[in-house]
C-alpha cells in the first residue's frame, strides 16, 4: 500500500500488509467469508480489534469488505451448481481445504472416480520419479497437505507427466492446460 502526503504527493510511504484470517462459510451456506482477526503492516507493526475495521476501511468498505469480514458473495453457490455442498472450510497448512459431499448421482459417480483414481495411483507411483508422493500416500492417502507438498516439489514438466500418466492410466484423455492456471 502507498500512502500519499496530501500536500506533497511526491512524499509517499509504502508498506507491505498481511491479513490473517479465518475462512467460514455465512449461515445460509451462500458465501465465503474471511474474517481478518490481524493485520501485520510491515515488519514490525501488528493491529488487532476493532482497528482491523479501520485499517480495511482505508481499502473502502464495499459490498466485499464489511467491518472485519471479506466476504466472497455467492462463492458457495458454485458448488451447489455442481450437485454438492460445502460442510466446512478450513486452513490447512499454506492451503484452503474445502470438506464437499457429492448429492445425488454424483455421490456414486464421484466414489467411483476416487477408486479408479487409487487404483491408477498403486500403479502410477510404483515410478520413482514420484517416490515422495509415493511415500505420503503409502503412509497416509487421505493427508492432502502432503500429498499436495510432494505433488508441488516437481517441476513443471514432472507434474504434466504425472498427470499425463494418472489420465492414460485411467484411459481418459484430458487436456491438462484447460485445467491448470
Do not use: C, W
Amino acid at each position: 500500500m502507498k500512502l500519499y502526503n496530501q500536500t506533497d504527493p511526491s512524499k509517499v510511504f509504502q508498506t507491505d500488509f498481511t491479513l490473517v484470517s479465518i475462512p467460514s462459510i455465512s449461515d445460509d451456506k451462500q458465501d465465503l467469508v474471511f474474517t481478518i482477526d490481524v493485520i501485520h503492516i510491515g515488519d514490525d507493526t501488528t493491529v488487532t480489534n476493532n482497528k482491523v475495521a479501520t485499517i480495511l476501511n482505508l481499502v473502502g468498505e464495499n459490498e466485499m469488505i464489511v467491518g472485519n469480514q471479506i466476504i466472497l458473495k455467492d462463492f458457495m453457490g458454485n458448488f451447489a451448481g455442481q450437485s454438492t455442498t460445502v460442510d466446512s472450510v478450513a486452513v490447512s497448512g499454506k492451503y484452503l481445504r474445502f470438506v464437499v459431499t457429492p448429492t445425488g448421482a454424483n455421490a456414486a459417480i464421484l466414489a467411483e472416480l476416487q477408486d479408479a483414481i487409487d487404483a491408477a495411483l498403486t500403479t502410477i507411483l510404483l515410478n520413482p520419479d514420484y517416490a515422495a508422493l509415493e511415500d505420503v500416500y503409502t503412509n497416509d492417502p487421505t493427508d492432502t497437505e502432503g500429498l499436495l507438498d510432494a505433488l508441488n516439489t516437481l517441476t513443471p514438466q514432472e507434474q504434466q507427466a504425472f498427470y499425463n500418466s494418472l489420465y492414460l492410466t485411467l484411459g481418459t484423455s484430458v487436456d491438462v492446460d484447460s485445467l491448470l492456471p
